[in-house]
């Protein structure tokens, strides 16, 4: 009796609930929000300035977009040119400093940027007066001063130098010059002559021919009404003159037949940084385009569960992230799947990139693994629209790319329309292993011959970080790495010269982070080292070597050197210690030839005592050491080692240059003096 | 002559911008209680076809036994676990597939859980949201899982992270009555030690409807959002607990209080904090906009004397604290190498000094006027952003409202109440000086 009571009150009990509410399951989501995005209202100047005006008065900012709807240029040998020009805009007008346009901008809080293809401002909207005041000096009087030209230049070229260091970076050089050729301007890659060949001359010039108001777009998004933005429009834009503005045609890049296979050497690494890529005809807006990016999210886009992610990292542990990406342009698309792997599976990662690749084109797609993409992009879409500026670029896209004027509204519908076997057909078009550029970039011996596979002919071809064909140059067959030793003693003056030298004294100046560095070395036989550093002539800190002990005393107080710190230390005290490798124990292995910034070298493995590895580069022209790299867990270091002078029968190099990572600075040893009397207290511990 | 003429010609066109009315966006929102004590906002914002669902609680570590610091914070994580309709750890994944993102944070005063979501998935929000503060999963399993999470992050957060204590060294000597002397984090030992009935005597205390604000911000039809609302939390039982909120005053410091703390760094550093008053006051929006002239960022005046001219620093800058009671204005400084932290301190406090005893100048005034608008504005740009500023002028003041009407309180503010509030808060007595120096010093 008891027990029945009970069931029938628990009986009610759950159908109470589920009067109620059943809170066992989530609710479903209602139907595919509509997008409400603001209505661009357009007018044209009489100078045929195109402007755009998007009313949005949630908050009482008003931005200003000027954007230039001009050809990609060809800028051949002072290629950079137009990313200066672009950026140095900002950096002076014929009345106003750099410092003056800075403060000016500062004090109304606002934001002022400059490109190549137009400019970006934006402040509160009662500033906007004085905003667009300073927007047009800089658009029509910038002055490029020779100084920030200078700066820029020095900019770049530290660039250039962490980045041949950089697998990402020669990996990007050599997809530009293989798949787009060097005439066409996807092809163009800086250099270190193209960037010191820019003149202000060349930034005036591309001033002046590009930035015309009859190429140009200027989108106002923001607290404004229209007719208050076509006062504005008229009162600061209608002054400037247009001009003619050249055009241009490009051929669409033949692609490759088959696939090609391409190595580049990353010195000292353990990794293969891998790539997939070709060309892809898919311009913004093509009906394809948001079928495709579906299909590429399956594949390779960003979450947790796309295929390469999955089967890479998640199933074979060959990496930590892999992933692939289909973009669209006017000119040429691009499609790339890749990842950083171990050196060892090089090769099994571009077979389960081909195989992913391979599965898309054949088998239709789970429903719910289309829904997940699908319910990731409307959300990411929809948080992209609450940013103005993606509202002003949606306008802005509609009428460069021709597209729908509903286009962005109904994206979502759209996405929500991609069906399964829409995939399988976007990714039968868009998904060809067979044209692609299969590059490696990393520790070439160790991975190139396991790539012959991908190749039709077997052939695997090796770049430089310039793009350019390594050429095998065979070495003498009875070179030996001791040999290389030796031709590098003699070519420092030879071990006479060697012996005589008690002391050294290099008395160098270096910039880091832009502050100057001057720095002192001092060396005694048998490895005995000090190396001061001051700044602003004052003693900054100080490492000390005296053949047992080491410390560093920084103002931060003295700390002894001990453990493994200590041996490293022992070990690059000793002077010139290519003299005495047999006796301290080094091992030396002969890796092969290669190519330092167009210097034909040997390559060397040299293994100190400890253990340490480094790859060291010497000149087989002028037996000189050139480069050594080594790889540490705070990533590879790379020095270069240029201008040898002769002083008292030895010579060393002038100047050295040292990447670590991202950083590089340069030293330039002002003074080298041999056997001078060294005060012994400099030693002391 | 002619100068001077210039000179009132600049200074009337300073006065000219200030008169533009300060803030013309009004943003709108309707606000009502349920019967259980929850307090609603809705703000509605069509322009982007999403939706911010948040629940601030209005319990932060002040709120917290002193012998169980670290629970507020210890809530936040546990609050993920699950609840009797939601698995373990699979609270965020509804949000994730739905194409949403989501998180939650603490402070002395709050607690606050946020989802963004597109806004068809309104109700998977609300669902999500109720689900928590009806029937969250406060079991042994969750609480000995984040008691181990927790504890790691105390680790790594504060106890080997360089200066990781400041917080904690500060306080503590700035307050002796009030329970901003403990930090958000809390006390690994407390945490360790609570029994699970206290974690779920927590829960039945604060995690009740009427210790909380849920706000439903952007693109939403009023009137099926508050029919979905009512579905979801009407029937979340109202709290029948006390709910415990500390009414002490703290005193006045009573003299500067100095110290050296050794840690594990290589740079030492100072630290320099005074007592303010509580947010909402009139001296507060005065002392924020001091604090920020003298140490707020690149163009701060300690920044630009200490680092860029003197270059007696390597980086000068402040902490914001905007506490629900009075609290610390909290200015840092790392001395360059060579410098002595006592002539560090020296050259801070000669700009101190400055602002006591003079004017700062119109055009000074008016850029710092300028960065408060923009930064104003900015900070109700996005709509999460809008949603947790309604929820914090609602919980710590009642005045909801105030999202539309604090610019003014910082506008209204004059140079003389500058000069006046540095008189009155920046001096000696009134701070608690710390030097952080690196162990191998100590002894």
Redesign the interface.
């Known amino acids: 009796m008891k027990k029945s009571v009970i069931f029938i009150l628990a009986l009610l009990v759950a159908f109470n609930i589920n009067a109620q509410l059943d809170r066992s399951t989530p609710p479903k989501p209602g139907p595919a929000p509509k997008v409400n995005i603001g209505k661009a209202q357009t007018f044209e100047l009489k100078n045929g300035l195109k402007v755009f005006v998007v009313e949005n008065d949630k908050v009482p900012v008003v931005s200003y977009t000027l954007s230039l709807d001009i050809d990609p240029i060809v800028e051949g040998e002072k290629a950079g040119y137009s990313s200066i020009a672009g950026d140095l805009m900002g950096s002076g007008t014929s009345t106003r400093s750099k410092a003056q346009i800075d403060e000016a901008v500062d004090f109304i809080g606002a934001t002022l940027n400059t490109s190549s293809k137009g400019m970006y401002a934006s402040s509160l909207k009662k500033h906007s007066d004085e905003l667009l005041n300073l927007m047009t000096d800089v658009l029509y009087n910038p002055s490029f001063p020779a100084e920030e030209l200078e700066k820029a230049q020095k900019q770049m070229l530290t660039g250039l130098k962490s980045q041949k260091d950089d697998p990402k970076a020669i990996a990007s050089n050599i997809k530009s010059v293989l798949r787009f050729g060097k005439d066409h301007p996807y092809g163009e890659i800086l250099t270190e002559a193209s960037v010191e060949a820019i003149t202000v001359d060349d930034l005036k010039s591309y001033y002046n021919t590009y930035f015309r108001p009859n190429v140009a777009y200027l989108v106002i998004v923001g607290d404004i009404s229209v007719k208050e933005a076509k006062k504005q429009a008229k009162k600061y834009f209608a002054q400037w003159e247009s001009k003619e503005v050249p055009t241009y045609k490009y051929e669409f890049p033949a692609g490759f037949e088959t696939p090609k296979v391409v190595v580049a050497n990353k010195d000292g690494s353990t990794q293969s940084t891998i790539s997939l890529s070709y060309n892809v005809d898919l311009k913004p807006g093509h009906p394809d385009a948001i079928k495709a990016r579906v299909m590429n999210s399956i594949l390779g886009g960003g979450s947790f569960s796309a295929r390469l992610f999955q089967n890479l990292r998640e199933d074979k542990a060959f990496t930590y992230g892999a992933y692939s990406s289909l973009s669209s342009d006017e000119l040429v698309g691009t499609f790339n799947a890749g990842a950083n792997v171990r050196t060892s599976v090089t090769d099994s990662a571009f077979t389960e990139i081909i195989y992913e690749m391979e599965r898309m084109r054949t088998e239709l797609v789970e429903e719910a693994n289309l829904q997940l993409v699908k319910n990731s992009l409307t959300g990411s879409f929809s948080r992209s629209l609450e940013d103005p500026a993606t509202v002003a670029r949606f306008a802005l896209n509609i009428e460069k790319y021709n597209l729908p004027a509903d286009y962005y509204e109904t994206y979502l519908e759209k996405l929500n329309a991609v069906s399964t076997a829409d995939i399988k057909a976007m990714a039968e078009k868009y998904l060809t292993p067979d044209n692609a550029l299969i590059l490696a970039v990393g520790d070439v011996p160790n991975m190139r011959a396991s790539l012959k596979k991908f190749a039709k002919d077997g052939k695997v071809e090796m770049y430089d970080f310039y793009g350019n064909m390594v050429k095998a140059m065979p070495l003498p067959a009875d070179l030996t790495a001791e040999k290389v030793i030796n031709k590098y003693i003699k070519a420092i003056g030879g071990t006479e010269a060697i012996a005589a030298v008690d002391n050294y004294i290099l008395e160098g100046t270096m910039n880091v982070q832009g502050m100057p560095l001057s720095m002192k070395m001092y060396s005694r036989r048998p490895n005995h080292q000090c190396v001061e550093t001051y700044m602003q002539g004052n003693l900054v800190s100080k490492q000390v070597f005296n053949g047992e002990a080491g410390k560093v005393v920084s103002p931060m107080g003295e700390q002894k050197i001990e453990g493994e710190m200590l041996e490293n230390m022992k070990a690059e005290s000793v002077m010139f210690p290519e003299t005495q490798y047999a006796e301290l124990g080094y091992q030396l292995e002969l890796l092969g030839a290669d190519n330092v910034d167009g210097q034909d070298v040997v390559k060397l493995k040299v293994i100190s005592p400890s253990g340490k590895e480094q790859t060291v580069f010497y000149s087989r022209n002028t037996g000189l050491k050139v480069k050594e790299v080594s790889t540490s867990p705070q990533g590879t270091m790379a020095s270069t080692y240029t201008e040898y002078a002769e002083v008292n029968g030895i010579k060393f190099p002038k100047k050295m240059s040292q990447a670590v990572g991202p950083q590089s600075f340069d030293i330039t040893f002002e003074s080298i003096k041999v056997n001078e009397d060294i005060d012994a207290s400099k030693f002391d511990i | 002559m002619k100068n001077r003429f210039l000179l009132l010609a600049f200074s009337l066109f300073l006065a000219g ?1 200030g008169a ?1 009315s300060a ?3 009004k943003i709108s929102f309707e606000e009502y209680d349920l019967d259980n004590g929850l307090h609603v906002i809705l703000h509605q ?6 939706v911010t669902v948040s629940v601030m609680y209005h319990v932060g570590s002040k709120n917290e036994n002193p012998e169980r610091t670290g629970f507020a914070h210890f809530f936040e994580h546990l609050m993920f676990e699950g609840t ?2 939601i698995p373990r750890g699979e609270y965020s994944n ?1 949000v ?6 989501l998180n939650a944070n603490t402070s002395n005063d709050r607690t606050y859980y946020y989802e ?9 929000g ?3 949201e109720s ?1 928590r503060m009806l029937h969250a999963k406060v079991d042994s399993i969750g609480i000995q899982t984040q008691k181990k999470v927790v504890i790691e992050e105390k680790k790594q957060t504060v106890d080997s992270r360089p200066y990781g204590t400041l917080f904690q060294e500060t306080m503590k000597r700035a307050f002796k009555v009030h329970p901003y002397r403990w930090t958000v984090i809390g006390d690994p030992d407390h945490i360790r030690a609570a029994k699970d009935e206290e974690f779920q005597q927590f829960y039945k205390e604060f995690y009740v409807p009427n210790n909380a604000a849920l706000v439903i911000a952007g ?1 939403i039809e009023i009137e099926s959002a508050k029919e979905l609302i009512n ?2 939390f009407a ?1 979340i039982p109202k709290g029948n607990k006390d709910i415990y909120r500390p009414t002490m005053v703290e005193p006045d410091l009573g003299g500067e209080v100095r110290d050296t703390i050794f840690d594990n760094i ?2 030492p550093l100072i630290v320099q904090a005074y007592r303010t008053p509580a947010m909402g006051t009139d001296d507060y929006y005065a002392l924020d906009m001091l604090s920020t002239l003298l140490s707020g960022g690149q ?1 701060s005046r300690l920044y630009k004397s200490l680092v860029d001219e003197q270059q007696k620093a390597l980086e000068a800058g402040s902490f914001a604290m905007p506490f629900q009671d009075p609290s610390v204005a909290l200015a840092y400084a790392l001395p360059n ?2 410098v002595d932290c006592a002539d560090l301190e020296a050259a801070i406090d000669v700009e101190v000094s400055k602002v006591r005893e003079e004017l700062i100048s119109e055009k000074e005034f ?2 710092l006027r ?2 408060f ?3 104003f ?2 900070s ?4 999460a952003s809008r949603a947790e500023n309604l929820a914090t002028n609602y919980v710590y003041f009642d005045n909801t409202n105030l999202i539309n009407t604090e610019l003014d309180k910082y506008m209204a503010v004059t140079r003389e109440d500058i000069k006046r509030v540095a008189n009155k808060y920046l001096v000696e007595d009134n701070r608690v000086v710390l030097y952080y120096l ?1 162990k ?2 100590q002894n």
């Open positions: 911008i533009v803030q013309s966006n914002d069509k322009s982007t076809p999403i009797q309709n509804f994730e597939r739905a194409g949403g993102t963004i979501l597109p806004s068809n998935q309104l109700e998977l609300l669902w999500l689900e693109d579905k979801y029937e290589q740079l163009s190498m060579g008016q850029k300028n960065q608008e923009n930064s504005v900015k109700n740009v996005k709509l690196p191998s010093q």
